[in-house]
């Protein structure tokens, strides 16, 4: 788990090598060590694989410009899933501009049209992460960010831009939510 | 099930999904994508002050053509969407820029618009031509009560300086010889003093300031001035940058006599002592017809609107004529202005998506919170605020006069938006508040 205990030497060690090092050798090698971490969450943002792809593209685009502003402030992981997450409600609002068409809508809220979710419970890995993948955003990132990135609550209020309270009370919620839905499957299959 | 049984969290450790991820493709899409800017980058600043050439040379009055400067994909301003008031690099968000679009969106921001509108009027005397003159406006849009509005409007040009108002006056002075149309700053809380000038009867003055930016520091100023003193008429154009304090001071006037100017800023102190070797190759590219006494030193320089974005022009000036006619050209500084002197001028989206809003769009600001977009036609100032998500169509629409342009624009954001609604009203609708 990356914790800011480690901050220090993330800052030091991206420091170090955007002021020493060509920075697109830094960016391939941010690229190699978070690059999946940046399309799943992404992709459990917007619940599209295309919509990933020019999430993540445009987050290392971002990072790579901004690879000198990196404050140490938090681990360069959680700095990535900040950044991943801004980009991912940016490119929701630039649906206001493309008139983007009912199934093509970039859903980060709300129920999900059924053929969409039929094709992510299709593609989902396993039946926990389509269930997870089925919530309300809100629920859905609190869930993932602790379960699957393993960050501590203070990473993902940072990330999250709440208050550690809220962040408890979500997960809570989340869990609640999964909680039934599980029992629901167990009902249905007696 | 007992909510507390959370073994199958470490279901969520795998990804999410099967066989798709950060593959090599995506990870080759993003070189690709850099390399790209990385080239248009370095095109840019070389083929700047050439582009400038064909484009934006101006003839000796003074006049120049501000062609729209848009990249081949039809981008907005700089050929970047996103356009740097610090760099050429595009600017680094501000950690507030988060704005989900959403239907309960509070917008945040409010924008203090500097407006002028340029007039002919008679020359004093048959040997001189017709002169000309500027009227100002400012208007405060911001939201009240959630309804985006023009809390207050008001002639004269307001901007923030430090923690107070200004506000920059048009006057005149006028005799039967002489029509001095001049611009005057102080502070919003007082009135502006009218300058005394000498009067020769023997000699017939027309003089004008126009001003063509103001900031919250600095203003660009246009001056211009015909003289008649019973022989051949002189005609004078000159261009400065001034700091706002220095606006106080009454205008020189009189070029044929008065021909330097003390109360100015050099692009030097703007952008530092690397100015002179960004110039060398514009001396190069300059009018032809200026004669080989053309100076290109930093000290005369200009900021104008192109649209979507403010821009530093710097003047080569000269004097033909046996100094009866001092002019100058313009030509671009190919260097984004400093966030000193624009302190905000980002717009994050493109002409296309500008356009597919308002199909006759020449201008638009961005808020820096990106809740507030303004878009400027020919007729008319168009409000939209793309976080507000089910506010899709115009929120305001303000008529334009005629040929009116865009001298200012100050953001206020968040606790600020509501004080400068109170003061803006008080210094531009003081009569509202007897």
């Known amino acids: 788990m990356n914790t800011n205990a480690n901050a220090g030497t993330n800052f030091e060690y991206l420091k170090y090598m ?31 694989p295309d919509q990933a792809d020019d999430i993540t593209q445009e987050v290392f685009l971002k ?41 093509d809508v970039f859903q980060l809220g709300g129920t999900q049209p059924s053929a969409e979710h039929e094709a992510i419970e299709k593609l989902a890995v396993n039946d926990i992460w389509a269930k997870v993948m089925a919530l309300p955003v809100k629920y859905r990132e609190v869930l993932i960010l602790y379960a699957h990135y393993q960050l501590s609550m203070k990473e993902m209020a940072q990330i999250l831009d709440l208050s550690e309270g809220t962040v408890k009370s979500r997960l809570f919620h989340a869990r609640a939510k999964i909680a039934k839905m599980k029992e629901r499957d167990s009902l249905g299959s007696e | 099930m007992d909510p507390n049984d959370f073994d199958w969290e470490k279901e969520l450790s795998p990804p999410p999904l099967q066989g798709k991820g950060f593959d090599d493709q995506l990870r080759k899409r993003i070189e690709e994508q850099l390399d790209r800017k990385e080239e248009k980058r370095r095109k840019r600043f070389w083929l700047y002050p050439i582009l400038c050439t064909c484009s934006l040379l101006a003839v000796s009055a003074g006049l120049w053509i501000a062609a729209p400067l848009t990249g081949a994909s039809g981008e907005l301003a700089h050929p970047e969407a996103i ?238 004529l046996g100094n009866r006619n001092d002019g100058y050209t313009l030509l671009d500084y190919p260097v984004p202005l400093p966030e000193i002197v624009v302190n905000h001028d980002v717009v994050s989206n493109t002409w296309g998506q500008i356009k597919s809003l308002q199909p006759d769009a020449q201008d638009v600001l961005a808020s820096p919170l990106d809740d507030l977009l303004v878009i400027w036609t020919e007729k008319e100032l168009v409000v939209y605020s793309p976080a507000a998500s089910s506010r899709r169509g115009p929120l305001l629409r303000v008529e334009l006069k005629p040929g009116e342009k865009l001298v200012s624009a100050q953001w206020a954001t968040g606790s600020y938006v509501p004080q400068w609604v109170e003061k803006t009203r008080k210094y531009l609708e003081p009569e509202l508040e007897l």
Not at chain 2, 130 to 143: K, Q
Not at chain 2, 232 to 237: F, R, T, W
Not at chain 2, 294 to 311: C, M, Q, V, Y
């Open chain 2, 83 to 320: 356009v740097s008031a610090s760099g050429w690099e595009e600017q680094e968000l501000p950690d507030n820029a988060i704005v989900p679009a959403n239907e309960n969106y509070t917008i945040k921001t409010g924008v203090l618009i500097g407006l002028r509108q340029d007039h002919t009027s008679d020359s004093s005397h048959s040997a001189l031509p017709d002169g000309t003159y500027s009227t100002y406006r400012t208007l405060m849009v911001a939201p009240v009560q959630d309804e985006v509005q023009v809390t207050a409007e008001g002639e004269g040009i307001l901007v923030p300086y430090g923690q107070k108002f200004w506000k920059i006056d048009a006057l005149t002075h006028m005799t039967p010889t002489d029509t001095i149309h001049y611009l005057s700053a102080h502070p919003a809380d007082k009135q502006a003093v009218p300058a005394s000038f000498k009067d020769d009867p023997e000699e017939h003055l027309q003089h004008t300031e126009t001003l063509q930016f103001a900031g919250n520091q600095y203003v660009s100023v246009s001056e211009k001035e015909s003289i008649w003193r019973g022989n051949a008429p002189a005609e004078y154009s000159r261009v400065w940058v001034r700091k706002l304090p220095q606006m106080q001071e009454p205008p020189v006037t009189d070029f044929s006599s008065n021909k330097s100017d003390t109360g100015h800023v050099p692009l030097q102190e703007v952008y530092g002592e690397g100015v002179l070797s960004v110039l060398e190759p514009l001396s190069a590219l300059a009018h032809s017809e200026n004669p080989p006494s053309a100076r290109l030193d930093g000290e005369s320089w200009a900021i104008t609107r192109k649209p979507g974005f403010w821009t530093a022009q710097a003047a080569q000036t000269y004097s033909h």
């Open chain 1, 63 to 103: 990072v790579y410009r901004k690879l000198s502003s990196f404050r140490g402030e938090s681990s360069i992981k959680t700095w990535l899933l900040a950044i991943t997450r801004h980009t991912a409600f940016d490119m929701k609002r630039s649906s206001f501009w493309n008139r983007i068409k009912s199934s």
């Open chain 1, 18 to 48: 955007t002021e020493t090092t060509d920075t697109r050798a830094v960016l391939r090698d941010l690229m190699t060590a978070y690059g999946n971490d940046v399309w799943n969450y992404a992709y459990s943002l917007c619940r599209s």
